[in-house]
């Protein structure tokens, strides 16, 4: 699952990342829901799935379940 969302701690900053082998096909929503972001603009979709944050959270159950380091789980 990407990561697209604004980072918490640089307030300048735009993630969009993490695509795995889909950035190619990804790329114009990804860029628009970007530019939305960017523009302070309500997003096309709703993307707190893919909020940083809210990724992490995910990422560190799966490696609780899974017994394995959350950011080595693809």
């Known amino acids: ?9 640089c307030k300048n900053l735009t993630i969009a990342t993490g695509h795995a082998m889909m950035g190619w096909s990804m790329a114009t929503a990804t860029g628009l829901l ?3 972001i960017i ?8 993307i707190k799935a893919f909020h ?3 990724n992490l959270l995910i990422r560190i ?3 609780v379940l899974y017994k394995k380091h ?5």
């Open 52 to 54: 940083p944050r809210q």
């Open 61 to 63: 159950i799966f490696a």
């Open 34 to 36: 970007v530019s939305e």
């Open 1 to 9: 699952m990407p990561y697209i969302g604004k980072s918490l701690k």
């Open 39 to 46: 523009s302070d603009k309500k997003t096309s979709l709703d």
């Open 70 to 74: 959350p950011l080595v789980i693809a």
